[in-house]
Structures are given as structure tokens and as C-alpha cells.
């Protein structure tokens, strides 16, 4: 849920374009920077104002995850298993630290910590200055979602078809929730509750103090996997799907509230945003839709699918394609 508002029409202010490049990466907005990884393996900090390039970091593999940043320094995970720490300011490489397979999630923060998940089954709790190794956690399969972090618990839903509930200061399992098939989806937390879902299809709501299942939702016609996150306020749960639809249901009993059909498969988290909600499709779109009945209030076209989803800060939307673009939007006015 977005902090910032957006203009009703929003108009493209920048575009950044990296020639042969592409991004799935979510972008992060911090104090009027934007940073950004690519596929080819190029950390980009960008002026929100107008796009311009403060600085680049490049390696030689690639970046799929999303950027966290804290106290003016950037985590990053890479196709290679490295978590890299980056200065903020001038894009130099403070530190790295090898996983044991690719890192596609963000990375999250607890106390004086950085956690990150690695395809390689295991949550690893680093200092966040030094990068030395203070605890992990191991599952029996990949973990491809970011760890969740609430009142000392982490939340993780796995590969191995469960729902893990971690000990953020020891670094021990508390409980685990089966959850019928693997994901990647990183879980939204509102309250008592965890929403994420599955490749199976299911939207699941998880009580987590009392590590059960409180509804599932499955859209009876369409059993295709969700790899978007979804987005949680009081009212609406809002995700996409690789049924080519947008979905909201309620977020006490998980009844349909409405569905909004798209051209394509949506792995793009939604953001919500005032009363509506805006999400990428990989059929090239940017929608904005109405929360209360999922009417298209909004959309742009860029040819290029979106995996990313939309960074929202500051009155502007940032969102990058598979074809190597950033966007930028807002008000021009503003």
C-alpha cells in the first residue's frame, strides 16, 4: 500500500532505456534516488526528478531481485548466489556474501540485520554493516519469496509446499503451514494475518499467532499458478494471475469481490494506491483499477511485459519492463 498519492491520469515523465537489456526487478525510491538492477547484471541509481544516471554497479552475472536499502546501503541478490552491498551514494561495493544458488527475492531488515532467502533452501540472517553470517534457516526445498518480517517473526512461503514461521532473533522454526503446492509468492501481512499464493492457484489466508489456515480461494474455471504478490488493506486482497486476470477478494472470508481480465499472465505485484490499485501485466500494460469494482480507471501501453511491479513514492510511479525500459510517472504539473 502505497504511502504517496498519484495524479488520476498519470503522464509519463523519463523513460530510462538500457539498450538489449530487461528488468524484473522492482525498483526502490528512496530520498528522490531510484535503484534498480538488471538482467545483465547493472545496478543503476537514477535521479527520480528526471531520470538522469547518478552512478552504475555492474558485475558479470545478472540481477533478477528487487533492491532493499537502509542506512545509505544497498542490498542486492544475483543469477550467482552473491548478495552484494552497495553505497548508496557513490555505487561502491561494500561487501558480498556467497549463497550456494541464485537469489531472486529482496532482502528484508530486522534490528541491526539483513535476511535474505536463496534458491539454495536456506534464509540467511547477515550483519547488515559487515556482512558476516549470524544465523540460517533451512528448508527442504528452494525459497524464491522475500522473508516477510512481523513482531519478530519471519514468514516464508516455500518451494516445499509450506508456509515456515521463524524465530527472527534465534533463527528457529516456530510452526509451519502446509499450503498444498510450491510458491515464491512473498506474503502480505495485515493484522494476525498472511495472504499469499500458490502454484496451484489458491489465494490463502494464514492466521500466523495461531499457524492456521483461515480460507483459500480458487477461481473454479481458471487453475493456472500465482507467482504475484498481493496487496492488503481492510478491505480488498488484490493479486494477479497466469490466468491472465486481475483478482480481489475479501480479506476475512476470501469471497470474490471481482476480477478483471488482462491480455496476458500477471506475475506483477499490485500496489494499492488511495482507492485503486495499479499492477503490470507482461501484455505490455499498466492498469490502474477502481478497488470497489475493478472497473480500468487507467492504463498505459508499452509493448514490453512487465515481471516487475510498480515503486511508488514521492507523487510518481517507477516500473521497468522486459524490455529494458523505466518508466517513470506523475504529474507534469507537479
Known amino acids: 500500500v502505497a504511502g504517496s498519492p498519484l495524479a488520476e491520469r498519470p503522464e509519463v515523465l523519463w523513460r530510462f532505456e538500457v539498450p538489449e537489456g530487461a528488468f524484473e526487478g522492482t525498483a526502490a525510491i528512496v530520498d528522490g534516488v531510484v535503484y534498480l ?54 555505487g561502491a561495493e561494500l561487501w558480498r556474501f556467497e549463497t550456494q544458488a541464485e537469489i531472486n527475492a529482496c532482502a528484508n531488515f530486522f534490528e541491526d540485520n539483513v535476511l535474505v532467502g536463496s534458491q539454495d533452501a536456506t ?27 512481523v513482531d519478530g517473526r519471519a514468514f516464508l512461503a516455500g518451494c516445499d509446499g509450506l508456509l515456515h514461521i521463524v524465530d527472527v532473533k534465534e533463527g528457529k522454526g516456530i510452526a509451519s503451514v502446509p499450503i498444498n503446492a510450491p510458491t515464491g509468492v512473498t506474503p502480505a501481512a495485515k493484522g494476525d494475518f498472511v495472504y499469499f499464493g500458490n502454484e496451484n492457484g489458491e489465494m490463502f489466508s494464514v492466521n500466523w499467532k495461531t499457524a492456521k489456515v483461515v480460507w483459500t480461494y480458487t477461481d473454479p474455471k481458471r487453475w493456472q499458478p500465482i507467482r504475484s504478490s498481493p496487496a492488503v488493506n481492510d478491505k480488498i486482497v488484490v493479486y494477479g494471475s497466469r490466468s491472465k486476470r486481475i483478482y480481489a477478494v475479501n480479506p476475512k472470508d476470501g469471497k470474490e469481490i471481482w476480477t478483471f481480465p488482462t491480455k496476458q499472465r500477471v506475475d506483477s505485484s499490485p500496489v494499492i494506491v488511495g482507492d485503486r490499485a495499479f499492477v503490470g501485466s507482461s501484455d505490455g500494460r499498466l492498469y490502474a483499477l477502481d478497488l470497489s469494482n475493478g472497473k480500468k480507471q487507467w492504463e498505459y501501453e508499452t509493448g514490453g511485459g512487465f515481471v516487475s511491479s510498480p515503486a511508488i513514492a514521492q507523487n510518481r510511479l517507477v516500473i521497468a519492463n522486459d524490455d529494458g525500459v523505466v518508466y517513470c510517472f506523475g504529474s507534469k504539473g507537479e
Open 37 to 90: 538492477g538488471d538482467l545483465d547484471g547493472s545496478l543503476y541509481a537514477l535521479n527520480l526528478s528526471d531520470g538522469t544516471e547518478r552512478w552504475k554497479y555492474e558485475i558479470d552475472g545478472g540481477f533478477p531481485s528487487s533492491p532493499a536499502v537502509r542506512d545509505g546501503r544497498i542490498y542486492i541478490g544475483d543469477y550467482d548466489g552473491w548478495l552484494h552491498c552497495v553505497d548508496a551514494k557513490t
Open 123 to 149: 534464509l540467511y540472517c547477515l550483519d547488515a554493516v559487515s556482512g558476516k553470517l549470524v544465523w540460517k534457516y533451512e528448508i527442504q526445498d528452494q525459497i524464491r519469496c522475500s522473508p516477510t518480517i
